[in-house]
């Protein structure tokens, strides 16, 4: 089973709006990291939520977490042509630190 | 602010040659990763490293790859005969200690071409 799958797959919006991406992960964890990646680029760390809060905020991002669930959100709110990227959840760690990534959710954002 | 960093930043090299891809951890950091990605899919775990031998590895990372931390400071990934399937983006990532509550920071990657 997969660990992190995030949809929608794609989302276009314009600047300013709020760009909103889920993840839904399979087994227990105990914490969920949201990263970006701009296009052929490394993956930079965005937030990390804990097993046991619910929502965490930085700047403009605010995530979500809901374990009964097994989901977390991302939301990007008033959204810059500069969000542009893929975002990725990555779920876990298991005992080695070990993350599982999902496919990601490519954000266009519009000018 | 520290970071991970990765050498080269692009490699092409011809199928069956082997290639080495560095990364340099942060310095305090103590557990060590290695992560690719195939053009346009998921992100993969590959191998784990602590205390100079693997912690875990995945059912990717077979006897064609394998790690070193030749000195103090950097991280190896050798891949010893490359398979065109084996070009992707190569993350090296490190964590202070392999605890359940610590981010893992990655190097901008690797991208290897193999022709």
């Known amino acids: 089973s997969q660990q992190g799958e995030e949809d929608p797959q794609a989302l276009s919006i314009q600047e300013g709006e709020n760009a909103t991406m889920n993840c839904s992960y399979k087994?227990?964890?105990?914490?969920l990291q949201w990263y970006r990646q701009n296009s052929g680029r490394g993956l930079v760390h965005l937030i990390l939520?804990?097993?046991?809060?619910r929502e965490k905020h930085s700047g403009r991002l605010r995530v979500t977490l809901d374990t009964s669930k097994k989901s977390s959100s991302l939301l990007i709110t008033a959204s810059r042509a500069a969000d542009t990227a893929s975002y990725f959840c990555?779920?876990?760690?298991?005992?080695?630190?070990?993350?599982?990534f999902g496919a990601g959710t490519q954000v266009v954002v519009t000018p | 602010e520290p970071e991970v960093t990765q050498t080269p930043s692009h490699q092409v090299t011809q199928m069956g040659q082997e290639v080495i891809l560095r990364c340099v951890p942060i310095?305090?950091?103590?557990?060590f990763y290695w992560y690719r990605q195939i053009l346009g899919q998921k992100v993969e775990f590959l191998v784990s490293?602590?205390?100079?031998?693997?912690?875990?590895k995945s059912e990717i990372f077979d006897d064609q790859f394998s790690v070193e931390r030749p000195d103090g400071s950097n991280f190896t990934l050798k891949i010893r005969s490359t398979k065109l399937e084996d070009s992707a983006m190569y993350f090296c990532?490190?964590?202070?200690?392999?605890?359940?509550?610590?981010?893992?920071?990655f190097g901008p990657g690797t991208r290897l071409l193999v022709l």
């Open positions: 087994t227990s964890i105990n914490n």
């Open positions: 939520i804990r097993s046991n809060e």
């Open positions: 310095s305090n950091h103590l557990y």
């Open positions: 990532a490190s964590s202070e200690v392999g605890t359940d509550q610590e981010t893992q920071y």
């Open positions: 990555a779920a876990g760690p298991d005992s080695w630190g070990k993350f599982q």
């Open positions: 490293f602590y205390n100079n031998e693997i912690s875990e």
